[in-house]
């Protein structure tokens, strides 16, 4: 039998519905998901299916140790805590535990997990419910192994979500892939913040959706770009900031027809003064900022002259000379 918007056959389901945020609605973003769809969710897949001692003996050897003893010592009994309340979650996989514990419908996840340690062994403290230690780091290595795959709109919105997603997926799922995307970054001048930023963004699809860079699609990209701008739009400078999307298509990830996508990407809307800047990902933000009130001054001539000819260097661009 197959479940309501489950592919017949494929063992995948379109994308889940975040709650509380914005999903696309209509106009170019639409358009441009229609034409270049992100991969579907899938169901299933064999790291998802393991026994818990196939997932804990895979997740002790390398490459998903930490080099530190002591913080490998703290991820070890993280991911022991969070693998043990997982289990006692219904499902036939892990995906489905997680799914199935609530996780990514509480402001702290990492509380049900500390709540159910409470419950089972007898043992609690005075005072307000306390996180299971140490769980953010055992969900992290369940993210980088593609144990468990959590919503895009959660990754980039709760608090409690795991950080360091792009360092992860970079040492133990595909390094040489990272590496060559970095070197891309400084072969180009994208400074260390918008290079982090889009790193960030490709580790989250791939922790949403699994496989490695080079699995990536537009549509996917596009989809991210839209959840991000829902959720950090009083918090990110350039949530449409499409140098993830570049990153990828100049490293070779898209088809034929992606640059057609990357420009309506880059180019949805009248940008900001400060979306304008931060496509030159300039490092030294004292500097960034002051770019950003002079071109609020020359908005007439310099906005337009970045708008148009955004291959310019930036001091050429804002000022009109070398």
């Known amino acids: 039998m197959t479940s309501a918007g489950v592919r017949a056959g494929t063992g995948t389901a379109a994308a889940r519905p975040v709650a509380g945020i914005p999903q696309p ?25 393991a026994a818990r001692q196939e997932v804990l003996a895979r997740l002790l050897a390398p490459p998903f140790p930490l080099d530190n003893p002591l913080s490998q010592q703290g991820r ?11 289990e006692a979650q219904p499902g036939g996989s892990w995906q489905d535990r997680w799914l199935a514990s609530g996780a990514e419908n509480t402001p702290d996840w990492r509380i049900l997990a500390g709540g159910w340690r409470t419950r089972r062994t007898g043992i609690s403290l005075p005072g307000p419910a ?8 055992g969900l992290l290595a369940l993210i980088g192994a593609d144990v468990i795959r959590p919503g895009t709109g959660w990754l980039v919105s709760c608090p409690a979500a795991p950080r360091n997603l792009a360092a992860e997926m970079a040492r133990t ?14 072969s180009g001048s994208v400074g260390a913040f918008a290079r982090l930023a889009a790193l960030d963004k490709i580790a989250v699809i791939m922790a949403a959706r699994g496989g490695t860079p080079a699995g990536i699609t537009v549509g996917d990209c596009i989809e991210l770009l ?26 070779g990830a898209f088809g034929h027809d992606a640059p057609a996508a990357m420009r309506v990407l880059a180019s949805r809307g009248k940008p900001t003064c400060e979306q304008l800047i931060d496509r030159y990902g300039i490092a030294c933000h004292p500097v960034r900022d002051v770019l950003v009130d002079y071109l609020r001054e020359r908005q007439g001539v310099g906005g337009l002259l970045l708008a148009a000819a955004p291959g310019l260097p930036a001091r050429q661009a804002v000022l009109g000379r070398p």
Do not use: Y
């Open 173 to 186: 799922r595909d390094p040489a892939a990272f590496a060559e995307l970095t070197a891309l970054c400084q």
């Open 25 to 49: 609605g209509g106009g170019a973003s639409a358009d441009l998901l229609a034409r270049f769809p992100p991969r579907p969710a899938a169901l299933s897949w064999p790291a998802t299916l």
């Open 130 to 137: 306390r996180p299971a230690p140490h769980a953010g780091a």
């Open 226 to 251: 839209e959840v991000v701008a829902a959720v950090r739009a009083g918090e990110d400078r350039h949530p449409h900031s499409p140098l993830s999307c570049q990153l990828l298509r100049s490293w």
């Open 76 to 86: 070890r009994l993280g991911l022991v805590s969070v693998v043990s309340w997982l």
